[in-house]
């Protein structure tokens, strides 16, 4: 491994930790996600899993299934970034799980071009969408 590939790697495990950290903001019981987008090295967004905005807190029903409301860590930042001056662009996201098919497909439209997760979910669709568009995808395990 490079200098240059050792430095990347020290990076992205920093953003992915700090990604675990932002994941805590979630409500959800199940499973808590956190997503950061990071563009020339700044944090250009952030997002967790959990209810839009202006619905109670609650992203379980009364048999722990996750409603269907529910929104993704990286659909929360993607549309965080939408709404701001930033673009997304050249990109990379950091998220605490590999992302679903559905995320896997904002993440492709909105220009991001790499995906750094650190736990992978049982489901790889969107992963496999995300090489199949070419979009460089990395599996980091943290401690």
């Given at each position: 491994?490079?200098?240059?590939?050792?430095?990347?790697?020290?990076?992205?495990?920093?953003?992915?930790?700090?990604?675990?950290?932002?994941?805590?903001?979630?409500?959800?019981?199940?499973r808590?996600?956190?997503?950061?987008?990071?563009?020339?090295?700044?944090?250009?967004?952030?997002?967790?899993?959990?209810?839009?905005s202006?619905?109670?807190?609650?992203?379980?029903?009364?048999?722990?299934v996750?409603k269907?409301?529910?929104?993704?860590?990286?659909?929360n930042?993607?549309?965080?970034v939408a709404?701001?001056?930033?673009?997304?662009?050249?990109?990379?996201?950091?998220?605490?799980a590999?992302?679903?098919?559905?995320?896997?497909?904002?993440?492709?439209?909105?220009?991001?071009v790499?995906?750094?997760?650190?736990e992978e979910?049982?489901?790889?669709?969107?992963?496999?969408?995300l090489?199949?568009?070419?979009v460089?995808?990395?599996?980091?395990?943290?401690?």
């Open positions: 491994m490079t200098e240059k590939e050792k430095k990347q790697l020290a990076l992205d495990r920093r953003y992915l930790r700090m990604a675990q950290i932002w994941s805590e903001n979630s409500y959800c019981k199940r808590q996600v956190g997503a950061l987008i990071v563009k020339d090295q700044m944090i250009i967004s952030d997002g967790y899993n959990g209810t839009p202006g619905f109670e807190n609650v992203c379980e029903d009364e048999h722990g996750t269907p409301y529910v929104l993704h860590a990286e659909a930042a993607i549309t965080k709404a701001s001056t930033n673009d997304s662009r050249g990109a990379t996201i950091y998220i605490t590999s992302p679903c098919i559905e995320c896997a497909k904002l993440i492709i439209q909105c220009g991001i790499r995906v750094v997760y650190c979910y049982r489901l790889t669709e969107g992963v496999d969408l090489k199949k568009a070419s460089e995808v990395a599996y980091i395990p943290i401690d």
